[in-house]
């Protein structure tokens, strides 16, 4: 398997910094990390207040639209199409886990190799769809 080594960029949604506890559109900050197979790096905190009304969700993509991935505790569906089409796959996250539990979680995927096919692609992982079906052949 060849592998280039990136980094994934994280936003969570969190009230405390510590729990994945926010709802995308009404959350005060984003905790920002970056994460690769061997290390976990806090980056920064952004403040996600700002934008009003229906502009409000696109000022909160856009703050982050750096980043893979963004967990949050809940979002709606018009705000989930503007995350996605910033460029960030949303995932929610039940239960208000911690980040930190959130973090070792996907970074034992990321060192695994089971990430879905997209993630792989930007962590620069081969696609084994098609060795394993020329192997079959």
């Not at 949604?13 to 197979?37: M, N, P, Q, W």
């Not at 959130?102 to 695994?112: A, P």
Request: contains cysteine.
């Amino acid at each position: 398997m060849t592998t280039v080594s990136r980094k994934l960029l994280i936003a969570f949604a969190s009230t405390d910094g510590k729990a994945v506890d926010g709802h995308f559109g009404s959350c005060e900050k984003f905790y920002i990390y970056r994460l690769d197979a061997e290390q976990i790096d806090h980056i920064e905190v952004r403040n996600a207040e700002g934008g009003r009304g229906s502009e409000k969700n696109s000022f909160r993509a856009q703050i982050i639209k750096d980043c893979q991935l963004m967990f949050c505790a809940s979002i709606g569906g018009p705000a989930a199409a503007k995350v996605i089409r910033a460029g960030i796959h949303p995932l929610k996250s039940k239960d208000n886990p911690s980040i930190d539990a959130q973090l070792l979680e996907l970074q034992q995927r990321v060192s695994s190799g089971a990430l879905p096919p997209w993630l792989a692609k930007h962590m620069g992982q081969e696609d084994y769809f098609n060795e394993r079906f020329s192997a079959l052949e």
